[in-house]
């Protein structure tokens, strides 16, 4: 049977599966943005929010070959602290192959009236060998309604990465929105194993418009998807025959419950 990293192909398709169902389990029945469960319970805060959001689900068709793409999360907290649970990967149809699959375990709490920090823990199965991760970071809203995300990856072997990423909705109707993002992957030093140099690693753009069917809670939209890997990191890619500079015709839907 075929291998992927640490992981047999059959393994990797029910990676897949089980990551998209869990999401959908978890955001059944649950019908809007922002759940609240009272307890009673004096001098303590008397709500428990909870919600699941789907930033991307979709297909990616350029010239190297057709992908399925997912990017989501799902959280239960207070007003002081919440567990976040984070999923993020990419399948390529072509090759019935699972490129990446990315899972994160957070806790975070607000530090200002817009940013939130955040710490726990990351596990990746990449095409190549499994790594964990310390996480530490930020997240929330910059001057004009930009939202960013920050993060600093302490890998299992030593080694130190970030991750930078950054969307804006540009409300063209109140249905329509554009929505641009950036993704920016650096590392401190090498990790020859799983493909990363030291320095500016890869860069992330797209380009997505979307309309709000059920308020903001499905919307389709298509785009464009634009990657780019840079240094030791491309050099990487090109010894393994990947793409190290691709464009992408995207399709797909965002969900929010």
Do not use: C
Request: hydrophobic share 40%; proline share 3%; aromatic share 10%.
């Amino acid at each position: 049977m075929k291998k992927l990293g640490n992981i047999t192909l059959a393994s990797s398709k029910r990676f897949v599966l089980t990551s998209l169902i869990f999401f959908t389990f978890l955001g059944a029945g649950v019908p809007a943005t922002s759940q609240e469960l009272k307890y009673d319970n004096p001098g303590k805060d008397p709500y428990i929010y909870y919600g699941l959001s789907i930033e991307q689900l979709e297909t990616r068709i350029g010239e190297s070959g057709h992908s399925l793409v997912w990017d989501g999360d799902a959280f239960v907290g207070t007003d002081e602290a919440k567990l976040r649970l984070r999923s993020a990967g990419e399948y390529s149809l072509d090759e019935s192959l699972l490129e990446n699959l990315e899972h994160q375990a957070l806790v975070q709490t607000p530090v200002s009236d817009f940013f939130d920090a955040k710490a726990g823990l990351r596990y990746d199965s990449p095409n190549g060998k499994n790594r964990g991760y310390a996480v530490v970071g930020f997240q929330g809203l910059a001057p004009q309604w930009f939202e960013l995300e920050g993060d600093l990856f302490l890998s299992e072997k030593g080694d130190l990465s970030a991750r930078l990423e950054a969307d804006y909705e540009l409300l063209l109707t109140n249905r329509l929105i554009l929505i641009p993002t950036a993704e920016i992957d650096l590392a401190f030093s090498d990790d020859e194993d799983i493909g990363i140099g030291a320095g500016l690693n890869s860069i992330e753009t797209g380009l997505r418009l979307s309309y709000d069917l059920v308020d903001r809670t499905i919307a389709p939209y298509i785009g464009v998807n634009y990657e780019r890997s840079f240094g030791q990191t491309r050099d990487f890619a090109r010894e393994d025959g990947e793409d190290t500079d691709q464009t992408t015709f995207v399709m797909g839907v965002r969900l929010l419950f």
